[in-house]
């Protein structure tokens, strides 16, 4: 296992729920370290270059509209195995199909059928390019203690 890191957003529906403290709690407690963190409300055009891998799928546009419905919490992750632990820790893309103890089963299977929480990315070349997207290398902070 390497030391990894990995881009979460906490979503509008979490954010609007107040689940900042708790999401960010099972972070602490699974040793997944928080190097940088913003709150952002995105605008379309943030959005849309976010997600353009998803430009054809049929939930594009319902995509968008939630991700910018409401202020985001993005935040990078540091730990050993990050990219895998937080997808571990997220839960299946559909809250009702997310196993019990999850973010997604706990915290979003009560709301929207596409509004899913967290947001986390799924490959290493990904969490590069998706942390790039969203802070600049200084504004990472080194864990000195
Ligand atoms: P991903 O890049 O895999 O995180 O997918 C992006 C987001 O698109 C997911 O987290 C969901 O919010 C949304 N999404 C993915 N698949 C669907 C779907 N079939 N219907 C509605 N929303 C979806």
């Known amino acids: 296992m390497a030391v990894e890191r ?3 957003i906490i979503k509008p529906d979490a954010v609007a ?3 900042i403290g708790e999401i960010y709690s099972r972070f602490e407690a699974n040793d997944l370290r928080i190097v940088a963190a913003k709150m952002a409300l995105l605008n379309k055009t943030q959005a849309e270059a976010f997600y353009a891998v998803h430009k ?3 939930f594009y546009s319902m995509l968008i509209e939630f991700m910018i ?3 985001v ?3 990078v992750l540091e730990g050993e195995d990050a990219i895998a632990k937080y997808r571990t820790l997220m839960g299946a893309t559909m809250p009702e199909f997310a196993a019990p103890g999850t973010i997604r089963y706990d915290l979003a ?5 596409n509004e899913n929480a967290v947001h986390g990315s799924d490959a290493p070349e990904t ?3 998706e942390i790039k997207f969203f802070f600049k290398p200084e504004e990472i902070c080194y864990r000195t203690r």
Do not use: V
Request: proline content about 9%; glycine content about 8%.
């Open 73 to 75: 919490m993005i935040t």
């Open 109 to 113: 299977r009560e709301g929207k059928a």
């Open 69 to 71: 419905s409401g202020p």
């Open 17 to 19: 729920n107040n689940f």
């Open 56 to 58: 054809e799928r049929p």
């Open 127 to 129: 969490a590069a390019e």
């Open 6 to 8: 990995t881009l979460s």
